[in-house]
Antibody, heavy 118, light 106 residues
Framework: VQLQETGPGLVKPSGTLSLTCAVS????????WNWIRQTPGKGLEWIGS???????SYNPSLQSRVTISADKSKNQFSLNLTSVTAADTAVYYC?????????????WGQGILVSVSS | DILMTQSPSSLSASVGDTVTIICRAS??????LSWYRQQTGKAPELLIY???SLRSGVSSRFRGRGSGTEFSLTISGLQPEDFATYYC?????????FGPGTKVDV
């Protein structure tokens, strides 16, 4: 299983951060597909997840600005984060998680650094 | 949100040493606790899930224990690749939250 994040590395303040995670070796029609970010100040922060039924779950701290969607035909899922500020500067990871409640995030992308700056 | 804490925040060790990292949750999360190792510049890597279950392919020198709100990760016989930062993470309730990390260095 391999995950690969792509997207712009620089986003202007008040703009929208858009990233895509391409998945190979596993269909996205099973498992939960997640976005997680990491900053030096706040550490690792779970952003949200997408499930093949179309169900999504978001971190309440970001819920008003986040949308996670997927394109099953391309076997990829995406993150949109609106109204970004410098506080959204982070390394963004996509990751897979099994449906079992005890499951951890078992496959991760390499991460993509996104900076918010004018 | 469930708050996760870890201690110590950092520790120094040598190859071959045995070290233990503690993770505490602000409420009972047993057994919904995972451990990760993150090497510099890389993504976190899942080591342990369900508090004590070793992920397939992960070395048996990693051992997870604990219940309720207190958990531990013990690394026996530190290898060079184990000098990294370790995180715990709860999946008891959303939003899933991570500990602040414990850095193991030489």
């Amino acid at each position: 299983v391999q995950l690969q994040e792509t997207g712009p590395g620089l986003v202007k303040p008040s703009g929208t951060l858009s990233l895509t995670c391409a998945v190979s070796g596993n269909s996205i029609t099973s498992f939960y597909w997640n976005w997680i970010r990491q900053t030096p100040g706040k550490g690792l922060e779970w952003i949200g997840s997408w499930y093949h039924t179309g169900a999504t779950s978001y971190n309440p701290s970001l819920q008003s600005r986040v949308t996670i969607s997927a394109d099953k035909s391309k076997n990829q899922f995406s993150l949109n984060l609106t109204s970004v500020t410098a506080a959204d500067t982070a390394v963004y990871y996509c990751a897979r998680r099994d449906t079992a409640r005890v499951a951890g995030f078992d496959y991760w992308g390499q991460g993509i650094l996104v900076s918010v700056s004018s | 949100d469930i708050l996760m804490t870890q201690s110590p925040s950092s520790l120094s060790a040598s190859v071959g040493d045995t070290v233990t990292i503690i993770c505490r949750a602000s409420q009972i999360i047993d057994p919904y606790l995972s451990w990760y190792r993150q090497q510099t510049g890389k993504a976190p890597e899942l080591l342990i899930y369900a508090a004590s279950s070793l992920r397939s392919g992960v070395s048996s020198r990693f051992r997870g224990r604990g219940s309720g709100t207190e958990f531990s990760l013990t690394i026996s016989g530190l290898q060079p690749e184990d000098f990294a930062t370790y995180y715990c993470q709860q999946s008891s309730s959303s939003p899933f939250t991570f500990g602040p990390g414990t850095k193991v260095d030489v």
